[in-house]
């Protein structure tokens, strides 16, 4: 019966890729679509100004009561997913329309960005006629009101009526709460048809339908200690010697494989080292006339697959094993978000795009590099229905004070995104 499903789907996409061209009503879409694009960006910089760093609980629920005052004036019944305390994180806003017309779709976007309060606030600025700076302007808020301005577009003649939308915008991608944060992400887009996530565009001419994940790991070396005239002698090589051993090693065996990466983010060492996981900071002390007897070292490890992550960890724990005279290492390794494999469906998703791209004179749609790209919200459901990523905003810079989005890209992204959901709901 899965098989049939599948079969099924995969024919009614191929039945939306050929012979289209923009019909009466999808023209009024993108005309009303440009009509309201001014009140789109003003939208935009009023979320942009309100700082929503994960950490900053009061500001992701701030700008999650902005986009869910949208989402009630289009229909959707929106609601806030709380999460335990003991998370520290804020929660999650969903929007949701139940119909019975054409594809239940599950739309991505995350409310909180990288900027928390203690960091310099950077208000959102008209640099010129194409390019805006702000905090989050591309990741992600100009994707979330992307969303919205799309939807608005389609609710504007009707095209919302008995479709089956669920939109959920997660408070914590930039740093997530673990598992528990993610259940009912998962529980919900497990009832669509597919999802579509609208995480950082790479123009016009490319979407995702693969991205690496990410997991973390913890490397602990224990050595003998004493006078450092008596390394590599009765005190063996010291703590710090096997650190370097090891990461050499990992940089050596493992660093030309394709789609993986693996980045050592923290190293401290010498007699005495104190690590608080909550504020990600170390502090050690030692001298140098002493055979440091500690190291810690703590990275991430980035992957295309379930198959390629466990590999890398099987052979990072091989070469740990093998221990230089009188140190003792140990690895551990902590999953964070799973990896979005690039498939055939997410790829028959890809030519949906591309066809409307062509029908809108925009050119050809390609896939883009899976190891161009970070970990997202779309890989925990990813292995679950067929996904695409990378539908937001353009722009320069993400992640750092010189964001920025691409003002002209970006109306035609959201025309893009309005004639999308219609095709697939019609």
């Given amino acids: 019966m899965l098989k049939l499903y599948v079969t099924a789907f995969f024919l009614s996409l191929s039945g939306l890729v050929s012979g289209q061209s923009l019909s009466a009503v999808e023209k009024k879409v993108l005309a009303t679509a440009r009509q309201i694009q001014p ?9 942009v100004n309100v700082n929503s760093g994960t950490l900053n609980l009061e500001g992701v629920r701030e700008n999650g009561r902005l986009m869910a005052a949208e989402f009630e004036k289009l229909g959707f019944k929106t609601e806030w997913v709380p999460l335990p305390d003991s998370l520290g994180r804020a929660g999650h806003l969903v929007a949701t329309r139940q119909g019975n017309r054409g594809k239940k779709l599950f739309l991505i976007g995350h409310l909180d960005t990288v900027f928390e309060k203690s960091l310099p606030f950077d208000p959102f600025t008209r640099v010129n006629d194409s390019t805006a700076a702000g905090q989050g302007a591309n990741d992600m808020k100009g994707g979330d009101v992307l969303i919205i301005a799309a939807l608005k577009a389609l609710h504007a003649h009707g095209l919302l009526d008995d479709t089956s939308i669920t939109v959920y915008f ?29 995480e950082g565009a790479q123009g016009l001419t490319h979407v995702t339908t693969g991205r690496r994940g990410s997991s973390s790991w913890t490397l602990k070396i224990a050595s003998r200690t004493g006078h450092s005239s008596r390394i590599f002698s009765d005190l063996g090589y010291g703590a710090i010697f096997e ?5 050499n090693e990992f940089r050596r065996a493992l660093g030309q494989e ?43 490890l980035r992957f295309i697959s379930e198959a390629q992550k466990e590999s890398a960890r099987a052979r990072m724990r091989e070469i740990v094993e093998k221990s230089l005279p009188l140190t003792k290492a140990t690895i551990t390794f902590e999953d ?17 795009v591309d066809q409307l791209s062509r029908d809108m004179g925009l050119g050809p749609v390609l896939s883009g590099d899976p190891g161009a790209r970070g970990a997202g919200d779309v890989s925990f459901v990813a292995q679950y229905l067929p996904c695409l990523d990378g539908l937001g905003a353009s722009g320069r810079g993400a992640h750092s004070i010189e964001e920025t989005i691409n003002l002209k890209e970006y109306p035609l992204l959201i025309q893009r995104a309005a004639l999308l959901i219609y095709r697939l709901t019609k």
């Fill in 170 to 198: 997660t408070g914590d991608e930039e740093s997530g709460g673990g598992p528990e944060s993610r259940r009912d992400f998962i529980e919900r887009a497990r009832k669509c048809d597919l999802a579509l996530a609208f």
């Fill in 39 to 47: 009140e789109t960006e003003q939208f935009l910089e009023k979320v």
């Fill in 258 to 300: 394709k789609y993986l990466t693996f980045n050592p983010g923290l190293i401290v060492g010498g007699s005495d080292v104190r690590y608080d996981a909550a504020s990600a900071k170390a502090e050690t002390s030692g001298k140098t006339n002493i055979v440091a007897p500690v190291a810690l070292v703590k990275g991430d």
């Fill in 243 to 247: 650190a370097a051993r090891i990461l």
């Fill in 336 to 352: 964070g978000i799973p990896a979005m494999e690039p498939s055939d469906k997410n790829e028959n998703l890809r030519k949906v």
